[in-house]
Nanobody, 117 residues
Framework: QVQLVESGGGLVQAGGSLKLSCTAP????????AGWYRRIPGKQREVVAA???????YYAESVKGRFTFSRDSAKNTVTLQMNSLKPEDTAVYYC???????????WGQGTQVTVSP
């Protein structure tokens, strides 16, 4: 069974940077981890950056130009470089599949990102 582990979150001031990482320890290589998502308190989980149904990389409009998504060739590790952070980026960040319409892997615990004004 796939287990997803997110790390790299923390508390930063607006304008700062963080790099999030997602691994799948105990899982085989080439699993389809291809996206980052976040849940802002009181709101539904939303896509941040992910491989879309067409195979193209999708970024939420709110993070374009600030966040950079990447994944390794084995598809079992993804990263999210987050620059110029804003208070509205405060959320729990999760990794999972891209937007391919298939059943999600079990969601991990996520990693908390808090951006102070």
């Amino acid at each position: 069974q796939v287990q997803l582990v997110e790390s790299g979150g923390g508390l930063v001031q607006a304008g700062g940077s963080l790099k999030l990482s997602c691994t799948a320890p105990g899982s085989i290589s080439n699993i389809n981890v291809a996206g980052w998502y976040r849940r802002i308190p009181g709101k539904q989980r939303e896509v941040v950056a992910a491989v879309g149904r067409t195979g193209s990389l999708y970024y939420a409009e709110s993070v374009k130009g600030r966040f950079t998504f990447s994944r390794d060739s084995a598809k079992n590790t993804v990263t999210l470089q987050m620059n110029s952070l804003k208070p509205e980026d405060t959320a729990v960040y999760y990794c999972n599949k891209g937007l391919d319409g298939t059943t999600w892997y079990p969601w991990g615990q996520g990693t908390q990102v808090t951006v102070s004004p």
